[in-house]
């Protein structure tokens, strides 16, 4: 009898639920048609018990317990306890109500217990610093800039993201006192970012250099305004860049020593920024355009430490020459004016020796029209010269050459494309002191020079 009980009790359920079904679907036939308005209102009511009518219940998947003896009915009700209140429900949980459900069938909301956290949006926690001694914050900064020294410059870039204090470290002047990017393609900014940073020696060799120079958060120097750089070499010799670019770099460049712009576009208010550099050492302007004496002229006349100057192949007239040849400092010791064919006389090699008595380098290649005078002119006037080029130069006799053992400084002589090399073999052996056609390209005023293609002017610039 103890093993049949519990049967019992499940089967008298079990016809309990479905006799309350079927009272359910009879109480929606009948009252469909009258009281659907009615119900859609009741069933959001505050005051209405919707936990002890039976076909709510059924509605909602649910039933009233059963007592184990068998007698069906509610749970009497304690004396001090309130009729049980509907809350208005979220949103968020009327979005759990079946979509399925017609229209015509009462909807009533789940009476779920709703969770507060799902009304709120919290704040991340954030993670509890790493516990434990930051040793590498002892270090001083000299020994940390002692480490820094030993990185590559996109390192430095990386190490400055670090933390404030890295940043301070990585952006040190003495980190970024020399810099190489050689042909590299940099976008607007990226060079005034590095002439903040202190550099003094930069080459830009063969780059892409994009406008504007300085970005407009970098504008001025923390101390110094306006902005004043410290580039003491330069080398732009065949960059890719703006004439306004190229006048907006040598804007904040009053200290230049060294320069190279060969193959690049010249405008007068360029030259006027070059004119700047008072204490310019050497110019390179090979193969430039847009060069006439009156803008030579305006760099001639400020920069009077000039020692080494590249004009070969500029272009320039027999005016030009003229002028030029009249301005050059006294200072000047190498000097290439080559590729001048039809404008180069032997009238302009006669000014530059009485203008510049003191040149040890001297490279007039491929002046087609000058003659024997021109090197009668040298021999005369120019005593201390080193190095002599007149390649090309097809209307000089070679006799002519001859009269050079009475240099004794001397010590090259460049005449390709003129002799033979039984007359070379000839020559060699009456010039015995002199070293001919030992220098294919000429080195004067150019920053690299054969296989060093690490360092302009003889100082490194690649870590």
């Not at 010799?237 to 020593?257: I, T």
Request: charged share 20%.
């Amino acid at each position: 009898m103890k093993q049949v009980a519990p049967k019992m009790k499940v089967e008298k359920r079990t016809r309990d639920e479905f006799s309350q079904r079927t009272k359910k679907h009879s109480y929606d036939k009948e009252n469909s048609s009258n009281n659907n308005n009615n119900m859609r209102c009741n069933r959001w009511s505050l005051g209405g018990d919707v936990g002890t009518n039976p076909p709510l219940l059924a509605d909602m998947g649910l039933s009233l317990l059963q007592e184990e003896e068998g007698v069906a009915g509610p749970s009497p009700t304690p004396p001090n306890s309130q009729p049980q209140v509907a809350r208005p429900h979220s949103p968020m949980v009327l979005q759990n109500i079946d979509q399925n459900v017609s229209s015509s069938e009462p909807i009533i909301p789940d009476e779920l217990p709703v969770n507060d956290e799902e009304f709120f949006v919290y704040k991340r926690r954030r993670l509890d610093s790493i516990l434990g001694d930051d040793r590498f914050n002892r270090l001083s900064d000299e020994l940390i800039l002692a480490v820094f020294r030993w990185l590559p410059k996109f390192m430095l870039a990386r190490c400055a993201q670090v933390s404030c204090r890295w940043k301070r470290l990585a952006f040190d002047e003495s980190l970024w006192r020399r810099l190489d990017l050689g042909g590299k393609t940099l976008k607007p900014g990226v060079v005034g970012r590095v002439i903040l940073r202190g550099c003094s020696v930069l080459r830009l060799a063969k780059a892409e250099v994009g406008c504007p120079i300085f970005s407009p958060q970098l504008q001025y120097l923390p101390s110094l305004s306006p902005v004043r750089s410290r580039l003491h070499y330069l080398d732009l010799s065949m960059a890719a860049l703006q004439p306004q670019a190229l006048e907006e770099l040598l804007s904040v460049c009053f200290d230049l020593k060294k320069l190279s712009l060969e193959h690049c576009t010249l405008t007068a208010d360029v030259c006027s920024r070059i004119a700047e550099n008072t204490n310019l050492e050497t110019l390179n302007l090979a193969m430039c355009y847009g060069l006439n004496h009156s803008i030579l002229v305006t760099i001639l006349n400020q920069c009077k430490k000039l020692q080494s100057l590249n004009l070969a192949w500029t272009g320039l007239s027999a005016e030009d020459l003229r002028v030029v040849c009249r301005r050059f400092p006294h200072s000047l010791e190498r000097l290439n004016i080559s590729g001048c064919r039809s404008t180069l006389s032997d009238s302009h090699v006669r000014l530059l020796g009485d203008q510049c008595s003191g040149l040890v380098e001297l490279d007039v290649s491929d002046g087609t029209h000058l003659t024997a005078s021109a090197v009668s002119a040298v021999i005369s006037s120019l005593h201390n010269i080193e190095y002599l080029a007149f390649s090309r130069c097809y209307t000089i006799q070679p006799e002519a050459y001859l009269g050079l053992k009475a240099m004794p400084n001397l010590i090259y002589l460049d005449l390709y494309g003129i002799l033979s090399e039984s007359a070379l073999s000839t020559l060699q052996e009456s010039l015995p002191h002199i070293k001919i056609n030992k220098y294919l390209f000429s080195s004067v005023a150019r920053p690299t020079v054969g296989i060093r293609r690490t360092s302009v002017w003889g100082l490194r610039v690649r870590d």
